[in-house]
């Protein structure tokens, strides 16, 4: 089975298995996991930031970061198709209690500009712009990613109203070897950070949320009342440091694949478009009369899998697990297929 859902569905290495098991461990809860906290220092230095924290989930980090940002009555500049509005649960609403103020952004990146227009006045008929949050890259965008001279304007912008700038980086070193931009770059930047392991880095589980020690301390605490303090996480984050250190460039390679991938779809009949991939994502989409279940319902069976991105869209992402060979495989067996 080609199993193109998402880069998440990756299985560690032997490399990275052994890796694993040799692990130094500890509570970490009580502070004593030393491959936690080797994990925590690593991804800290990478970025520049004084302090990270680990958590099961990408959307835990974002959803603390949302938390440390905010006041209850807030309101959180985002994207239309951010993932912390379309896929985590309704946490702004739920655990920060904040509403949301929705850009309509091309592929998902807004501009500066957006930000200046929606920055609340001050005036009690209105929630407090607390926040400003971006996703790089752009999952619902394709793997799109902002051009770094935007971002440094939005900087701009928050820094003259006083509003924090988080970044929603689960793909964040797809963007970074993309761009060819050095991970400190994006640590200037930003007040907080939200990478995952578990993506096109291929670690079992695991994000990470960058910041300030005050940040990171105050994260700590919001992290253990939402039930994410983890006991002999060493196991795990001992993946996260493997991924670190070995799989960041080798992304190439799935963007590479990516574009062929994206050809091929291109010239069958029942694709009417296809956007062009920046990263590891491929979103297609299908002509007008083609059902997109059924569609994927063809493809599982001819051994291809893939996963419903909204309307007539269906999204294929690149991986580790993904190789030329399997590639070839994909090739020969789309073409056969007819919705």
Partial sequence: MIDLRSDTVTRPSEPMLK????????????????????????????FGKEAALFCPSGTMTNQIAIMLHTRPGGEVICDQNAHIYQYEGGGIAVNALCSVNLQQGDRGRFTAQDVLNSIRADD?????????????????????????????????????HNIPFHLDGARLFNAIVTKGKNPKAYGKLFDTI??????????PVGSLLLGSFRHIKEARRIR????????????????????????IERLTEDHGRAIKLSEALYEHPDFEGVVS????????????????????????????????????????????????????????????IRG
Wanted: net charge negative.
């Fill in 277 to 336: 991939p920046e990263t590891n994502i491929v979103v297609a989409h299908l002509r007008n009369g083609c059902e997109p279940e059924q569609f994927l319902t063809m493809l599982k069976n001819n051994g291809i899998k893939a996963v419903h991105f909204g309307g007539q869209a269906i999204r294929f992402v690149t991986h580790l697990d993904f190789d030329d060979v399997q590639l070839e495989a994909f090739g020969k067996t789309i073409s056969g």
């Fill in 194 to 203: 939200s990478i995952c392991l578990s993506k096109g880095l291929g670690a």
């Fill in 19 to 46: 890796a694993m098991i040799n692990a130094e461990v500890g509570d970490d809860v009580f502070g004593e996991d030393s491959t936690v906290k080797a994990l925590e220092q690593k991804a800290a230095e990478m």
């Fill in 124 to 160: 009690v008929h209105f929630p407090k712009t607390q926040l400003v949050a971006v996703e790089n890259t752009m999952n619902k965008g394709g793997g799109a990613c902002y051009d770094f001279a935007e971002l440094e304007r939005i900087r701009k912008v928050c820094d003259d």
């Fill in 224 to 247: 253990k009342r939402i039930g994410g303090g983890m006991r002999q996480a060493g196991f795990l984050a001992a993946a996260g440091i493997y991924a670190l250190d070995h799989n």
